[in-house]
């Protein structure tokens, strides 16, 4: 089984940067893709970012292209979100989670493992 846990999150002003850390231990051979979700307060859950493993593909929300990038360190078990040029609209809590790399990488119920999150605050 998979365990995630992520770091990184503050708070920042409109127009600044952050990179969110999400760590995996266990068996994580079985996980193919892995992504960066969002949840702000009274919304659903949504994708951000995906990745991948095996062969590095990736894909963004319309919301975050050009400003957000995701990456992974195969050596250190450790995926990344660089996300720049911060807007207020993008507080949220921000969720790592682990998953096959079947369907929609955007969908929720493609993933299995999930991490305990890291909220973000960007204020203007």
């Known amino acids: 089984q998979v365990q995630l846990v992520e770091s990184g999150g503050g708070s920042v002003q409109a127009g600044g940067s952050l990179r969110l850390s999400c760590v995996a231990s266990g068996y994580t051979s079985s996980s193919r893709r892995m992504a960066w979700f969002r949840q702000a307060p009274g919304k659903e859950r949504e994708g951000v970012a995906a990745?991948?493993?095996?062969?590095?593909?990736?894909g963004y929300a319309d919301s975050v292209k050009g400003r957000f990038t995701i990456s992974q360190d195969n050596a250190k078990n450790t995926l990344y979100l660089q996300m720049n040029s911060l807007k207020p609209e993008d507080t949220a809590m921000y969720y790592c989670a682990a998953g096959s790399a079947y369907g929609w990488w955007n969908e929720v119920k493609q993933y299995y493992t999930w991490g305990q999150g890291t909220q973000v605050t960007v204020s203007s």
């Open positions: 990745i991948n493993i095996d062969h590095g593909g990736t």
